[in-house]
């Protein structure tokens, strides 16, 4: 039964940080100039704090699902709306730092905190730990589109 556990906890980091490690070669390959030059609020964090952010929001959230999993739900369709929110997190970086389109990154935001909302009360008939693991993801998608809005009106 360990061996399961450890199996399906590294598939579901896997999956989860891949969604991490696309969305950070695509910022790092297109993110300067252009990013630097946008006008941004005062409450733009520096950029040394994103990586680790998201490095423990990744872990957080390979963490709440894998508990869902292994809580003898097994629900395929909640999986896979997990993964279908891990392609729009992913397609967040593309759309912002590839194709620079700041409205198109903040409507792909909006579906990204639906997305997220639907899981953790889904998560939450399942593992109130999941829905607690959930929120600082939430929180900081929410404080993600504080800052993506203001982009939009300052550029």
């Known amino acids: 039964m360990l061996k399961n556990k450890f199996i399906s906890f590294f598939v579901f980091a896997i999956v989860t940080y891949s969604a991490s490690f696309i ?5 790092i390959t297109y993110k300067e ?3 630097s030059n946008l006008i941004k609020t005062s409450l733009t964090p520096p950029d040394w704090v994103f990586a680790p952010v998201w490095t423990t929001l990744y872990l957080l959230m390979t963490i709440s699902i894998w508990l869902v999993w292994h809580k003898n739900y097994k629900n395929l369709s909640l999986i896979y709306l997990y993964f279908i929110h891990l392609i729009f997190n992913t397609t967040w970086s593309i759309v912002f730092f590839v194709y620079h389109n700041i409205l198109l990154a903040l409507l792909n935001l909006i579906i990204i ?5 639907f899981l953790m009360f889904e998560f939450k008939k399942v593992s109130n730990l999941s829905f607690i ?3 600082p993801y939430l929180l900081w998608s929410i404080y993600a589109l504080f800052l993506n809005i203001n982009l939009l009106l300052l550029n």
């Not at 969305?23 to 910022?27: D, L, M, N, Q, Y």
């Not at 905190?113 to 909302?117: T, V, W």
């Open 23 to 27: 969305g950070s070669v695509a910022t």
């Open 33 to 35: 100039p252009w990013y």
């Open 113 to 117: 905190i639906l997305f997220i909302i």
């Open 133 to 135: 693991l959930m929120m």
